[in-house]
T-cell receptor, first 113, second 115 residues
Framework: NAGVTQTPKFRVLKTGQSMTLLCAQDMNHEYMYWYRQDPGMGLRLIHYSVGEGTTAKGEVPDGYNVSRLKKQNFLLGLESAAPSQTSVYFC????????????FGPGTRLTVL | QKEVEQDPGPLSVPEGAIVSLNCTYSNSAFQYFMWYRQYSRKGPELLMY????GNKEDGRFTAQVDKSSKYISLFIRDSQPSDSATYLC???????????????FGQGTILTVHP
């Protein structure tokens, strides 16, 4: 089992460009989350999904959109990238019940010039 | 003021030392308390998990929660170079329910254990 995978691993964008980050999981988890990690800021929740076809805003949603058309995939989109979106992005998943443990992907390092 | 405060360090200790990592929080609704470990250029992994107040021990690691003081700690005994990582505290109000298991993280403490 691959667990949680993220594509791509690295990306450099110019200001104003768009891109989509893909998170895929084979754990059959209902909940999925997108975080960004910046130095000295910890992990901050961008958007999350509690099931196929549902999404909700987290702590820092501005400038991002998400979609969850299939249970196993959660996409994070940047429509017009800005330097402030330079960060490491992590996807995480969680089972709907049981221990409150989130399983993280390896991350995507994004630089916006 | 952040909901969860964690001293970012960095913290450097010799091998064999006892390490103490701490977080304070302001949200009384938090009931689930976790410590994640993150190696360089990797995703975080759950290290310790505690529900409500009390202590939990797992090998060289001990997690303590004091809800009355809104203070949690992670102790590492006989620290090893392999413990060098960033340690993130995380908290949530529930495991599912109306908060959907959302976690609030501290800033993370960078720990280096040198031989």
């Amino acid at each position: 089992n691959a667990g949680v995978t993220q594509t791509p691993k690295f990306r450099v964008l110019k200001t104003g460009q768009s891109m989509t980050l893909l998170c895929a999981q084979d754990m059959n988890h209902e909940y999925m989350y997108w975080y960004r990690q910046d130095p000295g800021m910890g992990l901050r929740l961008i958007h999350y999904s509690v099931g196929e076809g549902t999404t909700a805003k987290g702590e820092v949603p501005d400038g991002y959109n998400v979609s969850r058309l299939k249970k196993q995939n959660f996409l994070l989109g940047l429509e017009s990238a800005a330097p402030s979106q330079t960060s490491v992005y992590f996807c995480a998943t969680k089972h709907i019940a049981g221990v409150n443990e989130q399983f993280f992907g390896p991350g995507t390092r994004l630089t916006v010039l | 003021q952040k909901e969860v405060e964690q001293d970012p360090g960095p913290l450097s200790v010799p091998e064999g030392a006892i390490v103490s990592l701490n977080c304070t929080y302001s949200n009384s609704a938090f009931q689930y308390f976790m410590w994640y470990r993150q190696y360089s250029r990797k995703g975080p992994e759950l290290l310790m998990y505690t529900y409500s107040s009390g202590n939990k021990e797992d090998g060289r690691f001990t997690a303590q929660v004091d809800k009355s003081s809104k203070y949690i700690s992670l102790f590492i005994r006989d620290s090893q170079p392999s413990d060098s990582a960033t340690y993130l505290c995380a908290m949530s109000a529930d495991a599912g329910g109306t908060s959907y298991g959302k976690l609030t993280f501290g800033q993370g403490t960078i720990l280096t254990v040198h031989p």
